[in-house]
């Protein structure tokens, strides 16, 4: 039997994610969240905030370890992937850590293996614009709880110098990558009563060649107060590398 695009796709991105996990060195692409570190930050304060002493799922868990940082306030978390290298990476450590209330498990994220309202809370970074996501977003709306929230770190596809980087580093990414544009957020909005997006990247890029010094840091705080104003306009914020969503059931 031939396989489906779909499963192809999934293929793709099940190798590609364990060769990344079985690497030994980090890609060098992880060294420029250093321009978004406010994203980071605002990332996290709503998740630890909406997660403590709540059922949670983690959407692409890679090797669990923000799954089992979570464990101490949550009531129980669990972490899928697509990786089974990621997952038993999270799993060992799990064991290792004695941690009881994180469960962790090869999943197909368009498809999830969980009853309806399983979870309060859904959280994940740099996951979606992996997917199909009329797909991800139905299973994740499927599997949360009646008022539950689901909150993601994703990039944004428009800014033209940060997709002329993208084509100059295709080794770097998988064929199937999709950064969100702001037509996706109509699919959004069409699964869930809320949509809360906060934009982040666009002055601070400029702090990417400076990040290992002191003057990186200046540069990033001079661009966080500008784009405190420039993302604000309409038009321009669709310019920026990362939004921060915030769903609603």
């Known amino acids: 039997m031939m396989q489906s695009h779909a499963d192809e796709r999934l293929v793709r991105e099940r190798d590609f994610h364990n060769e990344r996990f ?3 060195e980090a890609r060098k692409e992880d060294a ?8 980071v930050a605002a990332y996290w304060r709503l998740v630890r905030q909406a997660t403590a002493g709540k059922d949670v799922l983690e959407y692409g868990c890679s090797n669990g370890q923000s799954s089992i940082g979570l464990a101490s306030t949550a009531r129980h978390v669990t972490g899928i992937d697509i990786s089974d290298v990621a997952i038993a990476q999270a799993n060992a450590e799990a064991a290792r850590r ?3 209330n994180a469960t962790f498990k090869v999943d197909n994220a368009e498809k999830m293996d969980f009853p309806t309202e399983s979870f ?10 992996h997917l ?7 299973e994740i709306r499927r599997v949360l709880r009646p008022s539950g929230r689901a909150i993601f770190f994703e990039p944004l596809g428009h800014n033209p110098a940060i997709n002329f980087y993208r084509r100059r580093t295709p ?18 909005r069409a ?7 906060q934009f982040f990247g666009l ?3 400029a702090s990417i060649p400076f990040r290992m010094g002191a003057a990186g840091r200046t540069i990033r705080a001079v661009g966080e107060r500008m784009d405190n104003l420039l993302l604000k306009i309409p038009g321009l914020k669709w310019q920026a590398w990362i939004v921060v969503m915030t769903l609603q059931a």
């Open 191 to 197: 699964h869930f009563a809320g949509c809360d997006l």
């Open 171 to 188: 080794e770097s990414r998988t064929i199937d990558e999709h950064p969100l544009l702001k037509s996706d957020f109509d699919i959004v």
């Open 22 to 24: 079985g690497a030994t």
């Open 203 to 205: 002055s601070t890029l």
């Open 120 to 129: 309060d809370v859904v959280f994940g970074s740099g996951i979606l614009h």
């Open 32 to 39: 420029f969240y250093f321009a978004v570190g406010a994203a």
């Open 98 to 100: 004695s941690i009881t």
């Open 132 to 138: 199909s996501l009329e797909d991800a977003l139905r």
